[in-house]
């Protein structure tokens, strides 16, 4: 048997929870070794940054926090003591301002993740924090010592305390397959199922639409199920449809396919004309216009909304409706979503480790001095910073936890 290695704290995953969690400890005088199983740190952080990294947002934070909806109350606490600003002024301190874009995001002037990442680690190597990389963490044995798998075999380590910060199982290919799932089920921790969040929906195109509009946005459209509506854009795709705008409903979006087996999204193609003005607009003759051409003239639509307006089931064709009905049928084309883009491609994952397992400093009830942070736990958020800001915050937030429970 290998010896066991005897360390002060152990953080698992060097993703933004864990990677803040270290740094957290390390100030307060740890020794801190961070255990990962891919071959470099924050995989998932940079491929985020790919897309400019959105950091976090800049609404005020009553807004910000509702946007966590039943994890709100839980998340609070920790927000509360890491706000956008406090995340704002740590990227500075490392070098990287932030700058507000005209949505509200907040963003690296570098746009990029790297540059950060970079500048953070030489910070934690400065701290004295350890990296152990291709570590892939499978459990305890029987004397409750962490056992990693690496390329040189099993690896057995002791440690005081331990932080947990293995995120969700979206893009396992970067490290978060979600395997700890069953790690802590055997020890009696609670956790809801992961599934899908911040992700794509299937939808039963025609051959004729998907051909041509595969991969076309369709831009400032308002997207709606019952009392739900938010506005934003959509991207379509072989399979169906995702963007910014589907990300946002994505959580009602699943429910209601979970409850019904399909949700019927409706698509404002132009929500910022009244009805009755595109009405007008449409009461103009067409002539020897194609209705194409006169779609785009009169009502302002893109090719692919006009090809949406066409695929929507309706009892006229846009070429025989009158002016009203016209105009109703492009402010609510039904869309039907037959299903769930699988979790390994979604952006993000929703369910985990619920928070009445937790105490107020982020340990786990069943297991004194182990810490969670990050995407394990069971929340989720929609895209606009707010998924980076809660991994920060809570890894920051378990980080004080295990200091506290250090110095006891």
Not at 49 to 64: A, C, D, I, K, V
Not at 118 to 138: E, K, N, Q, S, Y
Not at 202 to 227: I, M, Q, T, Y
Not at 280 to 295: D, E, H, I, P, Y
Request: charged share 20%; proline share 6%; with cysteine.
């Amino acid at each position: 048997m290998r010896d066991v290695l005897h360390i002060q704290s152990a953080v698992l995953g060097a993703g933004p929870a864990g990677l803040m969690a270290a740094e957290v400890l390390a100030r307060g005088g740890v020794r801190v070794t961070v255990f990962d199983a891919m071959p470099s740190a924050g995989r998932k952080f940079l491929m985020a940054g790919r897309g400019g990294l959105n950091l976090t947002h800049s609404e005020p934070l009553p807004q910000f926090l509702a946007r966590y909806g039943a994890a709100a109350t839980y998340l609070k606490p920790a927000i509360d003591s890491f706000t956008p600003a406090a995340l704002r002024k740590w990227a500075g301190d490392l070098d990287q301002p932030t700058f507000v874009g005209s949505s509200g995001r907040v963003f690296p002037k570098a746009l990029k993740a790297s540059p950060l990442l970079r500048a953070w680690l030489r910070r934690l190597d400065t701290l004295g924090v350890t990296l152990a990389l291709r570590h892939r963490w499978i459990g305890w044995d029987h004397a409750g010592h962490l056992k990693f798998q690496t390329p040189d075999g099993e690896r057995t380590v002791a440690a005081d305390t331990a932080i947990m910060a293995l995120g969700g199982a979206s893009w396992p290919r970067l490290g978060s397959d979600g395997a700890w799932v069953e790690q802590l089920a055997s020890k009696g921790v609670a956790t809801s199922p992961l599934r899908p969040a911040n992700c794509a929906f299937d939808v039963a195109w025609s051959a004729v639409f998907r051909d041509r509009f595969e991969g076309r946005p369709l831009k400032n459209v308002a997207l709606s199920l019952g009392s739900h509506t938010v506005r934003g854009e959509a991207l379509i795709t072989r399979e169906g449809i995702e963007g910014g705008g589907i990300y946002a409903l994505s959580a009602v979006l699943r429910e209601r396919i979970d409850i019904a087996g399909n949700a019927v999204l409706y698509i404002n193609l132009r929500p910022d004309v009244a009805t009755d003005q595109l009405a007008a607009r449409l009461s103009t003759s067409r002539g020897k216009q194609s209705m194409s051409n006169w779609l785009r003239k009169a009502a302002g639509l893109s090719p692919v909304a006009i090809g949406l307006l066409r695929e929507a089931p309706t009892d006229h064709h846009p070429a025989s409706a009158q002016p009203a009905s016209l105009a109703a049928s492009i402010g609510a084309v039904p869309v039907t979503l037959t299903g769930v883009a699988p979790l390994a491609r979604a952006i993000s994952s929703a369910g985990g480790i619920a928070f009445s397992e937790l105490d107020e400093d982020y340990m786990l009830r069943r297991l004194p001095g182990v810490f969670v942070a990050g995407e394990m736990l069971d929340w989720e958020a929609p895209t606009g910073g707010y998924l980076l800001q809660a991994s920060f915050a809570t890894g920051v937030a378990a980080g004080r936890g295990a200091l506290k429970w250090l110095r006891c």
